[in-house]
């Protein structure tokens, strides 16, 4: 019990770490780049990447999960998946480059057929560090990972900056893509112990698969479904408005996937190894679920509540038109942040069959959904097609839900009692900041400066006197450091 504490400080120290660090570098990058594009070069961008991120989920095949869900592994079975993603990335870096005619005749735009073939190489590239990856992941060395990641996003930083000052346009984003695989393979072959060896066993990727191909089906139908309105609105909008609507989600995403990413990372290596002991894994999962909540609303809601302030100091007045994307992006966000948790438990579990099959029951109807807006009604306001995806975000909590309970007995109230107080108090820190802070008459900078010190006062003090299980964690970290600084005094 204390290893695994232990080792659970250890992940999330360093996940945190490095999450954080890529947030900060990320949205730094994200923030020059969009003073220096324009939001067309990100509405190019967007009609590629549909394409793009489903050949790398193709391609990463859901081999990730089960070489760090599996007990036990042998030099085999790595060196097996190892070729198998080379093979995988090869084939859909030919398929992404012939795919790049068919995308500039859908679109009309004849740019996107040399834009997607260059970064069509991309694929064969990433698909020599994942086995290196996933070993780390596996023996927990989240400290070298950390490592890569973040120097990756550096690396890619510079080249992509780099040439959109110099004039490049959408071009820089394709170079920064290409840029940070480059120098992360060379980085994971470099800091990685584990290398391939000759060997192939096609018998070892039929038993993976097994567990794979519900997590690679899934992933998909997720995608797809996620994205299509990206695609339909590329289709029947200019490049700027989806750039404006692209960039909206993107950095609502970079908060949500923050979070989530440093709550799986950190805690589906060390869920894997309770999936045997369910009154334990149920622990764990409602003391993460309650801390996602603890940190991710007051972050949305203020996030939600500055967005015009926060938009137009960032990026610039050219960019005020993803406001309205923005704050409704953040709501999906937020239940996001909860579903993937729910998705990785389910996963820890050894049960991703599960999380395949509520893809297929839930992806056909918001598929017809979004494709009879665009049918019915091709000039609908696309924050209708944002309403869609909210709807069946939350239908699929309610029904992941539903199955854990069925695993390790955890219920609708459970996670209600879990999350409540976080939520009303989130919602109303933000209602009252938002009502009285804008008619105080302050410009943008002091009025953004007032609502991060009220709003955040205002949750944090409530948070104190409901006795929020976050606020104890801090407070009693605050008094076990007082007290090893204390002069004389020893915790011993």
Request: glycine fraction near 6%; charged fraction near 15%.
């Amino acid at each position: 019990m204390q290893n695994l504490k232990s080792n659970s400080i250890y992940a999330v120290k360093w996940n945190s770490i490095n999450q954080i660090s890529r947030f900060v570098l990320r949205f730094g990058i994200s923030v020059v780049l969009a003073r220096l594009l324009n939001p067309k070069d990100f509405g190019l961008m967007a009609m590629i990447l549909i394409l793009t991120n489903l050949s790398y989920i193709f391609i990463n095949s859901g081999f990730n999960n089960a070489l760090i869900q599996k007990k036990t592994l042998s030099q085999e079975e790595y060196s097996s998946v190892f070729f198998f993603n080379i093979a995988l990335g090869a084939f859909f870096s030919i398929l992404v480059w012939y795919s790049g005619t068919l995308l500039s005749r859908f679109y009309q735009a004849p740019l996107l057929e040399t834009l997607t073939r260059t970064i069509s190489v991309v694929y064969l590239i990433d698909a020599f560090s994942i086995v290196q990856r996933s070993h780390l992941t596996r023996e927990l060395a989240f400290k070298r990972l950390s490592i890569v990641e973040i120097l990756g996003i550096v690396f890619s930083g510079v080249v992509g900056i780099g040439s959109a000052f110099y004039g490049q346009g959408v071009w820089s984003l394709v170079w920064a893509q290409l840029s940070r695989s480059f120098i992360t393979v060379i980085l994971f072959w470099i800091i990685s112990p584990w290398r391939p060896k000759i060997i192939f066993r096609f018998e070892v990727i039929k038993n993976l698969w097994r567990y794979s191909y519900n997590i690679l089906g899934g992933n998909i139908l997720n995608h797809l479904t996620l994205k299509l309105d990206v695609l339909i609105l590329g289709k029947l909008v200019s490049p700027e408005l989806l750039g404006l609507y692209y960039k909206g989600r993107a950095n609502s995403e970079i908060p949500s996937n923050l979070i989530a990413q440093v709550s799986a990372r950190s805690f589906f290596p060390i869920l894997s190894k309770l999936q045997d002991d369910k009154i334990r894994f149920k622990k764990m999962y409602l003391t993460l679920l309650n801390a996602i909540a603890f940190i991710s609303l007051p972050l949305f809601v203020f996030l939600i509540i500055t967005a015009n302030n926060l938009i137009e100091i960032v990026f610039g007045t050219k960019w005020l038109g993803m406001v309205p994307y923005f704050r409704l992006f953040c709501i999906g966000a937020i239940l996001n942040v909860i579903n993937l948790l729910k998705v990785y438990s389910i996963n820890a579990l050894g049960l991703p069959q599960y999380n395949l099959k509520l893809a297929l029951i839930m992806s056909p109807p918001k598929l017809v959904a979004l494709l009879l807006i665009a049918f019915i009604m091709p000039e609908v306001d696309p924050k209708t097609y944002i309403g869609v995806i909210i709807f069946f975000m939350l239908l699929d909590n309610l029904c992941r839900t539903l199955h854990l309970s069925k695993i390790i007995s955890v219920s609708y109230r459970d996670e209600f009692s879990n999350t409540y107080k976080e939520v009303l108090v989130a919602v109303g820190a933000g209602l009252v900041s938002f009502m009285i802070i804008p008619k105080l008459g302050l410009n943008i900078y002091s009025e953004l400066i007032t609502y991060l010190i009220g709003y955040l006062f205002l949750y944090f003090s409530l948070a104190y006197f409901q006795n929020f299980a976050g606020i104890r964690l801090i407070v009693d970290y605050i008094k076990e450091k007082q007290v090893k600084d204390e002069p004389g005094r020893s915790i011993l």
